[in-house]
């Protein structure tokens, strides 16, 4: 507890730039790897932002680890940008030793337990390979929208709603990532990424209904991807 | 000597630069939600804005190295997020075509509208700040004055602790109780309103 309030101290204080160099590298790495600190430095921010601009109108919005997740992506698809020495030889060496090293280590240890995001996740990619995906919509829509139509096939499932005593609509769909062409770039969309042993899935939302319900779709999309048989 | 914010934003640039992206991290949770404000003024979507501004952090992140530090990176960041809209605006007319013609006509799919920001996220976005005005408003004189006197005067904490004479280390403590008092406040808030989206839930 006292930690914890030293901590958040140190991150107010580097919020105003008055942590010094030797603190601010000691508290990058607890920021980033406890979300309560982060959570912490994005309401100090907030804060700010609300109190200098009477105008800001997105203060409760996190776009963070969208942005981390393609990043991730990115970065796998493109090596070459990860530029971290200055000698082009010596980042060789030193990654020649460090995937040494990680194949070592990878071999030594045992396999991770699954956490409740994989085991969900293997349900939504059980869904998706069988009739049952548009059950996994249905039920992460529940009373918020009725079905109108729907195409179901191996390559995912997508699923058109009508708000009830509203002429609103809105898609939910579900396709392995590489087929994520098919969600258009012009259409509004509110999406999840599902990891899974075999591969990394989308979840998607668009269409006319608040962000809030959309968010509680993707919600709702894991939940009862878990109670697929 | 007042606190420059470009020089608080270049160290953590700097970092960035040299790979760690932590830092970065740290550099979108603070300019997010004015970015996203600037994207949705051009497109006039609160979901296309978000994902302007994913896209702008990540060409940002990617090109770090050619950031030239004369600038703040908050006037590149938000150069970025203009073009990167713009950009959108110019390719938006045609793709919106296309994907007509391929879902009407193969899939029988509708195409719904675009869709628009709603009252109730600006609802949102006042009560939130209402709640931290209010917080502020709230708090003891001592901590009021010291956040008062960073916040809105931009005051390092030396010049805080001369006008207020009292040690430096005070008026750190007494920023941080203030902020930590806002930070209360925005979490009471997120809890309610996950609680009155779970009431929607039959």
Redesign the interface.
């Known amino acids: 507890m006292i930690k914890n309030k030293v901590m ?2 140190k991150i ?2 580097l919020a ?3 942590l010094s ?1 030797f603190e ?1 590298r000691r508290i ?2 607890e ?2 790897s406890n979300p309560e600190y ?27 680890n ?3 997740f ?2 991730d992506k ?1 970065q796998l698809k ?1 090596p070459e ?4 020495y200055k000698y082009p030889q010596a980042s060789y060496i030193v990654a020649s030793i460090f995937g040494f090293c990680a194949v070592i280590i990878y071999s030594l240890i045992p396999p991770p337990i699954e956490s409740f995001s994989d085991i969900a996740s293997q349900r939504i990619v059980d869904a998706i390979d069988s009739p049952q995906g548009i059950e996994v919509l249905n039920n992460s829509v ?3 929208g009725i079905l109108q ?1 729907f ?1 179901s096939n191996q390559k995912g499932t ?1 699923a ?1 709603y009508r708000v009830p005593n509203s002429n609103k ?3 939910v769909s579900l396709y392995p990532i590489k087929e994520v062409n098919k969600i ?7 999406i999840s990424y599902i990891k899974s042993k075999n591969g990394t899935y989308v979840v998607s939302v ?8 959309k968010n ?1 779709i993707l919600r709702n999309a894991n939940f009862f991807a878990e109670k697929i048989n | 000597m007042k606190v420059s914010n470009k020089d608080l934003d270049l160290g953590l640039v700097k970092r960035a630069k040299a790979g760690d992206y932590q830092a970065f991290d740290l550099l979108v949770l603070k300019y997010q939600s004015r970015l996203i404000s600037t994207a949705f003024k051009f497109v006039k979507d609160l979901q296309i804005a978000e994902d302007l501004v994913q896209d702008s952090f990540i060409k940002s992140f990617k090109s770090i190295d050619s950031f030239r530090e004369d600038s703040t990176f908050y006037t590149w960041i938000y150069r970025i997020t203009v073009n990167t809209s713009k950009n959108y605006l110019v390719s938006k007319r045609r793709k919106d075509e296309i994907l007509q013609t391929d879902i009407s006509k193969e899939e029988n799919f509708f195409i719904e509208p675009i869709d628009k920001d709603t009252p109730e996220n600006l609802f949102h976005a006042s009560q939130l700040r209402n709640i931290i005005i209010e917080s502020l408003n709230g708090l003891g004189d001592d901590t009021k004055t010291a956040l008062t006197l960073r916040e809105f005067d931009g005051l390092s904490y030396e010049q805080i602790a001369e006008i207020v004479n009292c040690p430096v280390g005070t008026v750190r403590s007494r920023i941080f109780r203030g902020r930590e008092v806002i930070d209360e406040a925005i979490k009471e808030y997120r809890k309610g309103k996950q609680f009155s989206l779970a009431e929607i839930k039959p």
């Open positions: 958040k101290e107010s204080a105003d730039g008055e160099d601010t990058l790495s920021i980033s982060r959570e912490f430095w994005k309401n100090i921010h907030q804060g700010k932002e609300a109190l200098e601009n009477e105008e800001s109108e997105f203060l409760d919005i996190d776009i963070s969208r942005v981390s393609g990043l990115v493109d940008q990860i530029k971290k529940s009373s918020l139509d195409k997508l058109n609509t809105f898609k258009g770039v012009g259409e509004a969309t509110r668009s269409g006319n209904i608040s962000t809030e319900k509680q």
